[in-house]
């Protein structure tokens, strides 16, 4: 058998860097084929002018100080990366501008958090003592979950965990309804919804919470250097263990032996064997370049039974004037006409989320001026339909035209005449840096069957496929930024315990 | 789909739901479709993609005309079906081969966005005795050559929500190339702002395109041409360079854009005229400079004791070692010695060409370092705006 490499990692976004981190961490031979000419995938940014914009990152989850560290920060420190975080006090300012609307701040830290709830919703008392008592209650299970390997003795989860249960198998809404939050409470707690990307009504609550919680604990935390700085300083790792990293190489087919086991991967001009593959690449695409009779009909199934996930229309501005000057006060606000999750799925231009990175990290742009990052999801096809390859550039323009007339109506803020530099990207941009299908930014959709409950669940007994082990937002525990990393880590703590046999059990 | 309920009144859940995960997800796999996955351009959005973003694009030379003595607009037809649509302003990368290397360099595209579905984008070439590229286009292009060139990319194009709707366009030699788009895009309604052209060459032989801008500005309201030459005194015509006092002559009432695309000394030119126009800098927009030839006009280059340095550059799993002078790029020694090396813009800004310094010093002049902070940081650089400092050694990519 020909093996040029211990593992092949296919693809060098958050997962894929993060597992050959840890791989060559542990001594074994990687190589990280990329496509692209950079690392990260989405976790990149990109210079115009004076300005680098930050391409994706909103905030990082259960980041925690350099004094009190949680478990992202301590993830990176961990792999050797010495990026440092800011971590922003105010977890967002959610404003509802319709009937009943609202303009609410919650506060990161579990009693700060609580008081700004309290100030508009003082009857919420009781029912965020339940929260908490549940959130503490997530964690425990959780880990009696992952000590199981995701295989949990039915009986003690009923017995033992029933409050995480019933957080596990119902949406975030009916939770906390039955922690007795009030409908305007509810619909504040639930702002963060589109994070996740499905309304409220169905997202699985114990998926919500899991956020939610390293929120709260860790405030947001913003990487100094972008999140492109996480990138770089993973590939870093990577270079300094002695892995290689292989740039402008996309991957075109994986290779199958006879019993089905991926041996390798093709390139253009090359193949590349090893012992075991990773692959960051989604199983739609993987699928896609496995040939007929390798993968499993249930698996073939299974992706047919999925939706991706949401994708998003992102606008960055660059200012020519500084966010004091311009009056904007907040890191992160999300605008909506509707307070409910639902509605705000199915209209136009129902909620939309702008940053400014400014707030938190002051130096991100040049003195006197700063930079707006708008991120609208985009639930259906409804959104692109009539996009044509000739009409594309004014299609971004008009849309970008909307919703910054919208943002400066609802924050009474003038920044249309200070628009130095503007760029948009949509989910062809998606499509076209990271061949993501249907330009979905969030893998599958995280729906009722498909929830990250009933993912964690099944992990085991799908998508396995002999020598291949996949890792990204796609995986078990769904998208976001914080645990695309983390999937990353338990890839590469897979294949390393098959490699080195240290972990017997895991054997395949 | 249950909307969420404006009830207040708790709700009484059951932890048995638990147990129904799993059957649920089994059923609605075992009920799905088991048919192959569908091909990625089955999707409009990697549809749209594969559209306006082709890795390569495969054309034949249509047509040669000369324009001047030294410059000749090249008609690029695609081998089949349309080109990729693009913003007037934009340029493409045009490949061609010497002693079997393939080489690149940027050229605007000079045609309307228009005819980018009809399968044509045009470029006008100049042709430089001490060049190269252009020399090699000029005496290896006729009709019927093969040509690929990349995806439409750069930044110099119009944008409504950032710039005035008032254009002043100034153009010098070549440089025309992007507005002869944005006037053509003004023409077909594809655009729509006022432009005004100040033209500037050295005299009217030298003007590219006279005739059609000419005509242009008659037939549209919103189009206005002004030449302006600099060694010959023409009716019709102004006489001087462009600067400050021509720019506001022909300015319009209120908030106006300017544009800048032309040669390297017309840009130093222009940095001590146009802050006399008192516009704000979001107003002016230059295109990238192109390759800098020589580093020691920069104001804070140093130049190195030895003129010439080793440069080891590895690629994949190889390794060449090779020269690089002092006043050379990176780049540029990585061609000539035959390395395939990625790039796009050569220009600094476009980061096609990043690559990582693995040791050793090089010397990237700011006005065209369009590196991201952590790249900085971390020693990456991009070869095409680098000079070297000391004997290095680099890691680049395989080319795309
Ligand atoms: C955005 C943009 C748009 C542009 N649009 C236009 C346009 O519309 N029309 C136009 O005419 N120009 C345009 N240009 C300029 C164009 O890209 C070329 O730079 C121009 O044609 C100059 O070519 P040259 O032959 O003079 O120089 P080059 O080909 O760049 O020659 C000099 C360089 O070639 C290297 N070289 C010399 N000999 C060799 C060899 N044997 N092997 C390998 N390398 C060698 C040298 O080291 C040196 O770096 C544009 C540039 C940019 C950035
Ligand atoms: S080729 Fe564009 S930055 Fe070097």
Not at chain 1, 103 to 116: E, M, Y
Not at chain 2, 232 to 248: M, R, V
Request: hydrophobic content about 35%; overall charge neutral; charged content about 25%.
């Amino acid at each position: 058998m020909r093996y040029d490499y211990d593992v092949i990692v296919v693809g060098a976004g958050n997962g894929g860097l993060a597992a050959a981190s840890k791989l060559t961490a542990a001594g074994l031979r990687v190589v990280l084929l990329e496509k692209h000419n950079l690392p990260g995938g989405v976790a990149s940014s990109f210079v115009r002018g004076r300005f680098e914009f930050e391409a994706s990152l909103h905030e990082l989850c259960d980041v925690g100080t350099k004094e009190e560290p949680l478990s992202v920060r301590r993830l990176f420190t961990d792999l050797g990366s010495k990026e440092d975080f800011i971590n922003e006090k105010n977890l967002f300012r959610t404003i509802v501008t319709g009937e009943n609307g609202y303009d609410v701040t919650l506060a990161a830290g579990w009693d700060n958090f609580r008081q700004s709830l309290l100030k508009v919703c003082p009857e919420s008392e009781k029912s965020l003592d339940r929260l908490g008592a549940l959130l503490d209650k997530t964690t425990e299970a959780l880990a009696y979950n992952d000590r199981k390997k995701g295989r949990p003795n039915k009986l003690v989860m009923l017995l033992k965990y029933g409050k995480f249960l019933i957080s596990a198998s119902h949406s975030l809404d009916d939770v906390l309804r039955s922690l007795g939050f009030s409908y305007r409470a509810r619909m504040i707690l639930e702002t963060y919804w589109s994070y996740l990307g499905v309304p409220a009504d169905e997202l699985n609550a114990f998926h919500y919470f899991e956020m939610v919680r390293g929120y709260i604990n860790g405030g947001a935390g913003i990487p100094l250097h972008k999140s492109y700085g996480l990138s770089l300083s993973l590939a870093e790792t990577i270079i300094k263990n002695g892995g290689d990293i292989r740039y402008n190489t996309e991957v075109t087919r994986f290779i199958y032996d006879e019993n089905k086991r991926v041996t390798g991967v093709c390139t253009k001009d090359d193949e590349y064997y090893a012992k075991e593959v990773i692959s960051n690449v989604i199983p739609h695409n993987v699928f896609g370049m496995s040939g007929k009779g390798n993968v499993a009909e249930k698996d073939k199934k299974l992706l047919n039974a999925r939706r991706f996930g949401l994708s998003f229309i992102c606008i960055y501005l660059g200012l020519d004037k500084s966010a004091d000057a311009l009056g904007i006060k907040d890191y992160s606000v999300f605008i909506a006409q509707n307070a409910s999750s639902r509605r705000q799925a199915e209209t136009e231009m129902g909620m939309y989320v702008v940053n400014c990175i400014n707030v938190a990290v002051p130096e991100a742009t040049p003195e006197g001026t700063c930079s707006l990052f708008f991120t609208i999801p985009v639930f259906t096809n409804k959104t692109m339909k009539g996009v044509t390859a000739d009409n594309y550039k004014k299609f971004k323009s008009d849309t970008a035209a909307a919703y910054i007339e919208n943002y400066e109506k609802v924050l009474g803020v003038n920044i249309r005449e200070h628009i130095e530099e503007i760029s948009v990207a949509t989910p062809v941009t998606f499509a076209n840096y990271f061949g993501a299908p249907n330009g979905t930014a969030y893998g599958y959709e995280l729906s009722g069957w498909d929830g990250v409950m009933a993912r964690i669940l099944s992990t085991g007994n799908e998508l396995n496929i002999k020598g291949l082990t996949f890792c990204g937002g796609h995986g078990a525990k769904g998208d976001g930024y914080g645990v695309s990393y983390v999937t990353g880590i338990e890839a590469a703590e897979a294949v390393i315990s098959r490699l080195t046999g240290k972990n017997d059990e895991e054997k395949q | 789909m249950k909307k969420s309920s404006e009830k207040t009144e708790k709700l009484k859940l059951n932890a048995a739901k638990f147990l129904k995960i799993i059957p649920e997800r089994l059923k609605k796999i075992k009920d799905a479709s088991s048919e192959e996955i569908k091909a990625l351009r089955s999707y409009k959005p990697n549809l749209l993609a594969a559209e306006l973003h082709p890795q390569i694009q495969h054309t034949t030379v249509a047509e040669i005309k000369k324009l001047t003595d030294d410059v000749t607009l090249y008609t690029l037809k695609a081998d089949g079906g349309r080109l990729a649509p693009f913003g007037a302003g934009s340029y493409i990368s045009v490949f061609a081969e010497h002693n079997g290397v393939s080489f690149s360099r940027p050229y605007s595209i000079a045609s309307s966005p228009g005819a980018s579905a009809d399968g044509v984008y045009e470029i006008a070439v100049k042709r430089k005795d001490d060049g190269f590229f252009s020399k090699l286009i000029h005496d290896s292009f006729a009709v019927g050559t093969k040509v690929d060139v990349s995806a439409p990319a750069g930044d110099f194009t119009y944008e409504p929500l950032r710039d005035a709707k008032r254009v002043i366009c100034i153009a010098g030699g070549s440089g025309i190339t992007p507005f002869r788009s944005m006037i053509l895009s003004i023409l077909d309604g594809t655009e729509d702002f006022e432009l005004t052209l100040l033209y500037g060459a050295k005299r009217e032989s030298e003007i590219l395109f006279k005739d059609e801008l000419t005509a242009a500005a008659e037939k549209d309201g919103c189009v206005k041409v002004v030449f302006v030459l600099s060694d010959e005194e023409k009716d019709g015509a102004e006489h001087g360079f462009i600067g400050a006092e021509l720019i506001k002559k022909y300015a319009p009432e209120g908030v106006y854009s300017v544009f800048v695309c032309g040669p390297q000394a017309m840009y130093r030119y222009l940095e001590g005229e146009l802050p006399k126009l008192g516009i704000a800098g979001k107003y002016i927009r230059k295109e990238v400079f192109g390759q800098i030839s020589d580093p020691c006009g920069e104001p804070d280059y140093v130049k190195p004791e030895k003129e010439e340095f080793e440069l080891t550059v590895r690629q994949g799993a190889g390794e060449k070692h090779i020269k690089c002078a002092y006043n050379e790029t990176l780049l540029s020694a990585m061609e000539r010695s035959g390395i395939a090396a990625p790039s796009r813009c050569r220009s600094g800004v476009c980061g096609f060409c990043h690559s990582k310094l693995v040791s050793g010093e090089c010397y990237t002049p700011g006005r065209c370092d369009g590196r991201r902070e952590a790249d900085k940081l971390y020693g990456y650089i991009h070869p095409c705006s680098a000079f070297p400092l000391s004997d290095m050694i680099i890691d680049v990519p395989y080319k795309n």
